[in-house]
């Protein structure tokens, strides 16, 4: 493993944008994969002074993907991966001009803006050669990569209700009203989807919620709806949930939660203990045990399942679960391909938060997800 030497591009990233400059430290402090083309923006000034700031050559700095595609194919150094950092719209006609070039793609979420998208994107995927992995970010963090093998290790016993909470307030306000672009493409159906709050960020907490308990949500009862006046698309999105093998759950999120800035935790409990996260101590696992001892886990700690490849107690901000991502990527390119859909999300993860979103905007009452 990693004995192949990788170089990425990435779609969109220019300057202000908030992703971009995750994916390329993530991909350098990872997987040694340096960023060396893209095209950050589609304003052509704006996409040149990113590649500055990257330290990416003018000459790779492409007017468009098309171009950039047939350039890099012609080079011997030319790129093997694509990040897509873009907002929802562009990702899946990015993904398949990639597959088309044969170019592995770890793309952002959501997979797609909607779930017809997601559809076209798997049987594109099965037909190519590309591997595809999706950046959820909070699997990447070790503690919560325990929680899931501590579930999957029988630890807590059958799982019987999960309760996953993201709240962030940055929407509280009409952002989109005075010229914010993040705020204005979140709350844009054309280039959002059709989830607003629910695409952006409760579908952390709904992967979070099968991620960890290994589950899927059989059914859920959504409300979800737009709370600041003028808005068209969810900005607060709660839902009871169904998990397959009866148990409940309860998922909140919501962007006008005044005040949070990125409030994510899960309390998951079985019939034979629980387990607690929350990412303000990231590297703590709160174990409560059958006898009903409690055990802090951490990084250090001698006995863990699984142990995150980077330094412990080095902060866990949103860098490192990105390189814990992207050493996943790289290794299955490099032929463990086996962690796909497995530690690390791919397509089939992708397609099942766009229905969440999606049956959220299209549906009433229970709806079944399986
Ligand atoms: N994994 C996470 O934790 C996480 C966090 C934030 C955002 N995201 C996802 O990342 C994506 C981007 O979000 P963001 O917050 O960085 O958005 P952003 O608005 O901050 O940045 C988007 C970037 O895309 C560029 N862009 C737009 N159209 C383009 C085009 N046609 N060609 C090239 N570039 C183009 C813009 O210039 C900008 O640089 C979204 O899909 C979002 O859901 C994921």
């Known amino acids: 493993m990693g004995q192949t030497r990788h170089g990425m591009a990435m779609v969109g990233g220019a300057a202000g944008s908030f992703i971009g400059p995750v994916h390329q430290l993530g991909a350098k402090l990872g997987a040694q994969v340096d960023l060396v083309a893209g095209v950050f923006s589609a304003d052509r000034d704006r996409s040149l002074a990113a590649a500055v700031s990257y330290g990416v050559a003018a000459e790779r700095c492409y007017p468009d993907t098309a171009t950039?595609?047939?350039?890099?194919?012609a080079r011997d150094d030319g790129i093997d991966i694509l990040a897509i950092a873009t907002p929802n719209h562009l990702h899946l006609p990015v993904a398949i001009e990639a597959i088309?070039?044969?170019?592995?793609i770890i793309s952002d979420k959501p997979a797609t803006a909607t779930l017809a998208e997601?559809?076209?994107?798997?049987?594109?995927?099965?037909a190519g050669r590309s591997r595809y992995a999706l950046t959820y970010?909070?699997?990447g963090y070790p503690m919560v990569r325990e929680a899931r093998a501590r579930v999957a290790a029988g630890a807590i016993g059958t799982v019987r209700k999960i309760v996953v909470t993201y709240a962030q307030g940055w929407l509280a306000r009409p952002l989109e009203a005075s010229g914010n672009a993040r705020a204005a493409w979140r709350t844009d159906p054309a280039r959002s989807g059709p989830g607003g709050c629910s695409a952006d960020i409760g579908v952390h907490a709904f992967h979070l919620a099968e991620y960890v308990t290994g589950l899927r949500v059989a059914a859920m009862l959504p409300d979800a709806r737009p709370l600041v006046p003028g808005r068209t698309l969810d900005d607060d999105c709660n839902a009871l949930l169904h998990l397959e093998n009866g148990a409940g759950g309860v998922l909140i999120s919501s962007q006008v939660a005044f005040g949070e800035r990125n409030a994510l935790s899960f309390q998951l409990y079985g019939d034979g203990g629980a387990l607690h996260w929350t990412i303000d101590a990231p590297d703590r696992l709160r174990l409560v045990r059958g006898d009903g001892s409690v055990a802090l886990l951490?990084?250090?700690?001698?006995?863990?399942l699984v142990?995150?490849?980077?330094?412990?107690?080095?902060?866990?901000?949103?860098?490192?679960?990105?390189?814990e991502i992207y050493r996943d990527f790289v290794d299955a390119i490099d032929g463990d391909g086996g962690r796909i859909d497995g530690v690390l999300p791919g397509i089939e993860a992708g397609l099942r938060g766009v229905r969440f979103f999606e049956s959220i905007a299209t549906g009433t009452g229970w709806i079944d997800l399986l």
Do not use: C, K, N
């Open 100 to 104: 088309t070039a044969g170019v592995h």
């Open 68 to 73: 950039m595609f047939a350039a890099e194919a």
């Open 137 to 139: 970010t909070y699997s």
């Open 118 to 126: 997601a559809e076209i994107l798997r049987e594109a995927l099965a």
């Open 298 to 304: 951490l990084p250090t700690s001698p006995d863990l």
């Open 307 to 323: 142990r995150g490849r980077f330094a412990p107690t080095l902060g866990q901000g949103i860098i490192m679960p990105f390189a």
